[in-house]
């Protein structure tokens, strides 16, 4: 994974670490919460798994500040049947609240789009629901949204 450190006037990002795993731990939870899903333990365990494991194509990058996370994206690189290049999924994205309104959302949107030249990503995609004014706010800073609508089956 392309690793180098973007630092904005106080806020480092970088790759998640094994050390960053109980704030991480505590982070995802608020996210979660955010969304109100009850995700089986299991699912976390696998999930900070993959995101430390070099060969799964979930990755994590975290917002410091003063020494301490506040933020990360957790995000799934994969092949795509629309360009010969990979494609960057940005699966989920959470500041803490206290630290939000400074830019740290922003900052780990834009070490993913250093991150989509320098792996020659085709592209870096998200999506969100369509009355997150805050998240939409941030988002729209960076691009237009480009009016596809999800569709989801669940097994149960
Ligand atoms: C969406 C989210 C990641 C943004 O993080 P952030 O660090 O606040 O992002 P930024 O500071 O870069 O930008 C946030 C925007 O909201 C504004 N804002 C101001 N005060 C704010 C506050 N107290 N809280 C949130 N946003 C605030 C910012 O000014 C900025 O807009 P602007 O630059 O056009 O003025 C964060 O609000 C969050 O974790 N929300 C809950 C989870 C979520 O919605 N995740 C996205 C799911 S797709």
């Avoid at 505590?26 to 995700?39: I, V």
């Amino acid at each position: 994974m392309h690793n180098p450190m973007v630092t904005a006037p106080a806020c480092l990002i970088r790759a998640a670490l094994p050390s960053d795993e109980s704030t991480w731990r505590e982070l995802w939870r608020g996210y979660c919460d955010f969304y109100r899903a009850r995700l089986a333990d299991e699912v976390t365990h696998r999930t900070w798994k993959r995101i430390l494991d070099p060969d799964s194509s979930v990755m994590c990058v975290v917002a410091e500040v003063e020494g301490q996370v506040v933020g990360f994206a957790n995000c799934v690189v994969h092949e795509n049947t629309w360009e010969t290049q990979a494609v960057c999924y940005l699966e989920d994205l959470f500041v803490a609240p206290a630290a939000r309104g400074q830019g740290i959302g922003g900052a780990l949107i834009e070490w993913l789009r250093n991150a989509m030249r320098a792996e020659g990503w085709a592209r870096l995609y998200w999506m969100t629901q369509a009355d997150n004014v805050e998240a939409r706010r941030l988002y729209d800073r960076f691009t237009q949204a480009d009016g596809f609508v999800r569709y989801v089956i669940r097994q149960r």
